[in-house]
């Protein structure tokens, strides 16, 4: 489930805490810190004790240049909304 976060929320105690959590919980996430979007995170499939401490939209950028063309596509099942 996704939904837009909205500017405003950046600033919230209960969204920091929110983030913090997650990311306690879900280790091998990491956030981009250098994105248009206000949050990303990726999941990482380096080790946890590895030298990168920060990822960038340049790694992102990276990833998708090297994307397995080969595999096949498999459409998201989204269900219709009700508006």
């Given at each position: 489930?996704?939904?837009?976060?909205?500017?405003?929320?950046?600033n919230?105690?209960?969204?920091?805490?929110?983030m913090?959590?997650?990311?306690?919980?879900?280790?091998e996430?990491?956030?981009?810190?250098?994105?248009?979007?206000?949050?990303?995170?990726?999941?990482?499939?380096?080790?946890?004790?590895?030298?990168?401490?920060?990822?960038?939209?340049?790694?992102?950028?990276?990833?998708?240049?090297?994307?397995?063309t080969?595999?096949?596509?498999?459409?998201?099942?989204?269900?219709?909304?009700d508006?």
């Amino acid at each position: 489930m996704g939904r837009p976060i909205y500017p405003y929320e950046l600033n919230d105690p209960d969204f920091s805490w929110l983030m913090n959590n997650f990311r306690d919980t879900h280790p091998e996430y990491m956030v981009v810190e250098d994105s248009c979007l206000p949050i990303v995170l990726v999941a990482r499939h380096a080790p946890l004790n590895d030298e990168v401490t920060k990822i960038t939209s340049l790694h992102a950028r990276e990833e998708v240049s090297h994307f397995d063309t080969t595999s096949e596509f498999k459409p998201l099942d989204i269900p219709e909304s009700d508006s």
